[in-house]
């Protein structure tokens, strides 16, 4: 038999289709072996690969997974037959999808769209994941894959994959376990971690980073804030919140920040509430002096409130954007609403673009 033979493929079919399936195993393990040695050269080894190449198309799921088996670490294997491989069911896929290097990134990335868990998982394990795959798994990834990624030392996760991960499993301390043990983590993970973990995993968090005590007590002082605003947006009538507002402020816990971080979240009876307790205005006058288009009013209550002057130009661009939002779409997503605030209030100190609420109060913190 001949490669260059004209009715090679022909001799081909007819030789394998007297086989039975046992010796187009056998037999697949066999040229795959020879595919991948060293030892066959030239025609030889011209011959072994269009043999493989019947073979990858084998009716048997038995052949094609024994071809599988034996070329998922050769790195000579032409990228068609790994993707063909790769693309195939999950005992054949598999291995390929885990071990085969001839895979490019993008070709991860467009099987991932589709893949089920058993395919992502057997991506998430493969070594020297780049960033830009494992970002997809932090997207789409089902908990095994995203487990099986944090898992693998030598795998590359971005702060936007930290981010996708921390936001999907905000509850899941097992992941968040593995987040800790990662060997590098960017400072907005370590940030985003501290507001989410259990006390023993942020213990030892701030042990493995030494961060410095200046950001811990920030980090912390903003988790206590963000607990707060929780237990506070709970409270619905404005009688509850002004109750709120007055026990907050006897115990020196009605901070600007605090206040700040309610009306990005769209609770401006919280923030009428909390500036008429501070300043000792009435809250109808409060809401009048809020509501004045030449921004005089605002001023003028900031000022008697005696609130910080570096945040005065948070307020007021989160007062702007939620009047403009309100009458362009008083319906609008309310993520989308706040996201787009934030994203204004940014723009005013010169921070990075799409920063979340926590990331944005904790920076604006007093130091």
Do not use: W
Request: proline share 3%; with cysteine.
């Amino acid at each position: 038999m001949h490669y260059r033979d004209p009715e090679i493929k022909d001799r081909i079919e007819n030789l394998f289709s007297t086989m039975t399936v046992a010796s187009r195993v056998a037999t697949a393990e066999t040229v795959a072996l020879d595919y991948i040695s060293e030892t066959v050269e030239g025609e030889d080894f011209k011959l072994a690969e269009l043999l493989l190449k019947y073979l990858v198309s084998d009716v048997e799921v038995e052949v094609r997974e024994a071809v599988a088996e034996q070329v998922k670490h050769y790195p000579g294997l032409p990228r068609d037959l790994a993707l063909q491989l790769a693309m195939d069911i999950d005992c054949v896929s598999i291995p390929v999808l885990q071990f085969c290097h001839v895979l490019t990134e993008s070709d991860l990335i467009e099987i991932l769209t589709s893949a089920g868990d058993a395919r992502q998982v057997a991506i998430a394990k493969r070594e020297r994941l780049s960033a830009s795959v494992t970002e997809r798994i932090s997207e789409i990834g089902c908990y095994a894959a995203i487990y099986c990624c944090l898992e693998n030392t030598t795998s590359e996760v971005s702060e936007a994959g930290y981010k996708h991960i921390l936001i999907r499993y905000a509850d899941e301390t097992e992941i968040h376990e593995r987040v800790v043990n990662r060997p590098h983590l960017p400072e907005a993970t370590i940030s985003h971690l501290s507001r989410i973990v259990t006390d023993h995993l942020r213990e030892e968090l701030f042990k493995k980073y030494d961060v410095p005590e200046d950001i811990t007590l920030r980090i912390l002082a903003n988790a206590r804030e963000q607990a707060l605003a929780q237990t506070v947006e709970g409270r619905i009538s404005l009688v509850e919140k002004q109750k709120i507002t007055r026990q907050l402020d006897a115990d020196g816990r009605l901070t600007a920040t605090l206040m700040l971080r309610t009306l990005i979240q769209g609770d401006f009876t919280f923030f009428t509430a909390g500036i008429s307790q501070v300043s000792g205005i009435s809250i109808k006058r409060v809401a009048a002096l809020v509501s004045d288009k030449g921004g005089l009013g605002l001023k003028r209550l900031y000022e008697k409130a005696n609130l910080p002057p570096y945040l005065y130009p948070a307020f007021k661009i989160t007062l702007v954007e939620l009047a403009k939002i309100k009458s362009r779409n008083p319906r609008a997503n309310l993520n989308n609403r706040e996201q787009s605030t934030i994203n204004s209030i940014a723009k005013i100190y010169n921070y990075e673009e799409n920063l979340t609420l926590e990331a944005i109060m904790e920076k604006l913190l007093p130091f």
